[in-house]
């Protein structure tokens, strides 16, 4: 058993979802549409750029995106973090790329659950690896509408807070649905949400049905 096979703290999982898929580690090892040197980046000369996460406390995502006719014609991109992080970008940007390139229409309508299921399934508690890279190309595309002119088409979000006493925002909970807290107890079991302003337990509820769909598809 190789280090790549083992992840997770093992909490609620079987032994099977501590395994990545042949297709995962075949991203890891040989990921393709990377950057390999900082020479690339600079000659790319990117349409659109999007950074999510951050590589000082964990996973950071930089994905790079050319667009002509409103057509993904080329992503590269650099990542840092776990081989569910590095695969799961690897994968996407093969994605984008299909048939010689999808509309930034088509792009969008990619879901994180579209990614782990073309690497044929990632472990629960690394499915968060999918939602970066997601996440990544949609703050690529939004700089690629502001630099087209295009603001009208740009796609902003901001935390809205949910709990008013212990101030837990719709982003608190949307991290809790991606972490494994698929009902209200587990999200207040991670969150505290709803504990003393009850008045939010609805909204939380219809939040986590929501981000489970968006998701999941469930």
């Not at 508690?125 to 603001?151: I, M, P, T, W």
């Not at 207040?188 to 609805?202: N, S």
Request: with cysteine; glycine share 10%; net charge negative.
């Amino acid at each position: 058993m190789t280090q790549l096979e083992i992840v997770g703290d093992g909490v609620g999982h079987t032994g099977k979802d501590w395994f990545y898929t042949d297709i995962v580690k075949d991203h890891f090892f040989h990921p393709r549409n990377i950057f390999k040197t900082a020479e690339e980046v600079k000659e790319f000369n990117a349409d659109g750029v999007g950074l999510v996460g951050s590589p000082a406390c964990g996973d950071g995502m930089k994905l790079f995106i050319k667009v002509k006719d409103d057509k993904i014609v080329d992503v590269k991109w650099q990542t840092y973090g776990c081989g569910t992080a590095i695969a799961s970008t690897s994968a996407f940007s093969v994605m984008l790329l299909d048939k010689g390139g999808l509309s930034i229409e088509e792009a969008l309508k990619i879901k994180p659950k579209d990614i782990a299921d073309y690497l044929g399934g990632i472990p629960p508690r690394k499915f968060h690896c999918s939602v970066l890279a997601d996440k990544a190309f949609r703050e690529a595309v939004n700089d690629y509408f502001k630099k087209s002119g295009q603001l009208e088409r740009v796609v902003e979000g901001s935390a809205k807070i949910i709990d008013k006493i212990l101030k837990i925002t719709d982003h608190d909970i949307e991290h809790a649905v991606l972490e494994g807290a698929y009902d209200l107890e587990a999200v207040q079991r991670k969150t505290k949400v709803g504990i003393h302003d009850k008045e939010c337990i609805p909204i939380v509820e219809k939040l986590i049905k929501t981000y489970k769909e968006k998701y999941f598809g469930e």
